[in-house]
């Protein structure tokens, strides 16, 4: 079922009251008005408001006092201001206080139809980038969870430490069925000498950089487990990265601990992988899998956002306050791209597949420059030669400069600058803008990224 706005209306004349209201609700919204600020006040925390029409010459609390309140309360409801005298410096105040829009007394009800339907549909649209930006944000630091350690076994826990899931390859690589496990405490699964260890690491309660990662233990031999990646017959080596999972409560916002998530890395499987040839390519086909999965979802849903934002940016006013929020969003969007276009570049074994990811890439000249009088020999490398030196050396121009020109596709590109057989980490000044394609600190921008 839809639901119907609900706009409140504030003006210390009640006819004017009346008559809007009476507009808003012919229109179908919801709509109830007060004659004085601080009426609207009261009204916030007991009913929800989505919209809210104010004078701003009102007695007691003006309309200028009554908008800070709103948006310090309810954040990012829009507030239309109305006012008889209108003037430039009163529209400017209004604007940069966070109004939405100003009317100027008297309107006719077409203006105000629009002035609000354009006002919800913004806040519609905002707060639908925002849960989505949110979601992205979520994926984004679960897949790079997932990446950085390719694991051999995931799970979560309950608070107690009790399994709630547990993925397939459990039973091949360990030897358990994950129906067995589900339920059971971790510590079933452990090497009873690591159990004390193993405690407050494998239901692991903190976030972040303070979170279990790397830690070596021990399993026991699943029921189902052979010899074949188990080094000693008797138990598996495995290292655990694990993290506590919380969730913010909606009546008083704090974060509860609902359980713990982890990933678990074979390690004796993984140290046969460089003794065995067939293993090791085995190894690199799974893992181009899981990376081009998961990048090609990424890039799909960044792809639809980053349209919407720009045609919403597009169609906004200079003046409208959200314009630069609207920027913010688009260039988050654009950076991440660039970023899932090297996760897939990587998980193709280095050949990016545009046409799988609606991207036109078109051709540069850069020409890279540094200023070092000294050196008898520079090169240089970049994710654009596969970090190989020799393929790019410089030579001296006339003005002393080591100077070389690459045709580059479109993108972004890290690089460094090898100096008489030595890396330059640090170019400080010594280093010159290559062209109109922007400045660089060991990174180039080519193009459109």
Not at 259 to 286: C, L, W
Request: proline share 4%.
């Amino acid at each position: 079922m839809k639901q119907v706005p609900a706009i409140f209306i504030v003006d210390d004349e009640q006819r004017m009251c009346q008559s809007l209201t009476a507009i808003l609700r012919n229109y179908g919204y919801q709509a109830a008005y007060a004659t004085s600020g601080d009426s609207v006040l009261e009204n916030i925390g007991r009913r929800n408001i989505d919209l809210v029409l104010s004078d701003i010459h009102m007695p007691g609390l003006d309309g200028f006092e009554l908008l800070e309140q709103i948006l310090s309360k309810i954040p990012g409801t829009p507030v239309i201001m109305m006012t008889g005298d209108a003037t430039v410096d009163t529209a400017v105040k209004a604007l940069r206080k966070g109004a939405y829009d100003y009317l100027k007394k008297p309107f006719e009800p077409e203006e105000l139809l629009k002035t609000v339907e354009n006002a919800l549909q913004q806040k519609l649209l905002l707060n639908r980038t925002r849960i989505l930006d949110n979601r992205l944000k979520l994926s984004e630091r679960r897949f790079r969870f997932m990446l950085q350690n390719i694991p051999d076994m995931i799970y979560t826990l309950d608070p107690a430490g009790r399994f709630k899931y547990i993925n397939d390859p459990v039973a091949q690589t360990f030897g358990y069925r994950s129906a067995d496990l589900v339920g059971k405490n971790y510590e079933s699964i452990l090497w009873d000498e690591d159990l004390p260890y193993a405690r407050w690491r494998f239901n692991e309660r903190r976030t972040g950089p303070r979170a279990t990662s790397g830690m070596t233990l021990r399993l026991k031999p699943g029921p189902r487990q052979t010899d074949d990646g188990n080094a000693n017959g008797h138990f598996s080596v495995i290292e655990l990265h694990a993290t506590g999972v919380y969730r913010k409560e909606k009546t008083t916002g704090k974060a509860c601990h609902i359980g713990t998530y982890g990933v678990i890395r074979n390690m004796s499987q993984y140290n046969n992988v460089h003794e065995n040839p067939s293993d090791a390519k085995k190894f690199e086909k799974e893992r181009s899998k899981v990376l081009s999965v998961i990048g090609q979802d990424l890039n799909d849903m960044l792809s639809s956002t980053q349209g919407i934002t720009s045609a919403l940016k597009n169609k906004m006013q200079s003046s409208n306050p959200y314009l630069q929020l609207f920027g913010l969003v688009e260039n988050y969007i654009k950076n991440s791209r660039y970023q899932v276009r090297r996760l897939l570049w990587l998980a193709n074994g280095g050949k990016l597949d545009d046409q799988r990811l609606g991207v036109k890439r078109e051709n540069h000249k850069v020409t890279f420059r540094l200023k070092s009088p000294k050196a008898s020999q520079v090169s240089l490398a970049g994710d654009f030669n596969g970090w190989d030196a020799e393929k790019n050396p410089l030579r001296k121009d006339k003005d002393g400069l080591w100077v070389t020109t690459l045709v580059l596709p479109a993108g972004r590109y890290e690089f460094k600058f090898m100096v008489d057989g030595k890396w330059r980490e640090s170019l400080e000044d010594e280093l010159t803008a290559p062209n109109s394609y922007g400045s660089f600190n060991n990174v180039v921008n080519v193009g459109e990224t």
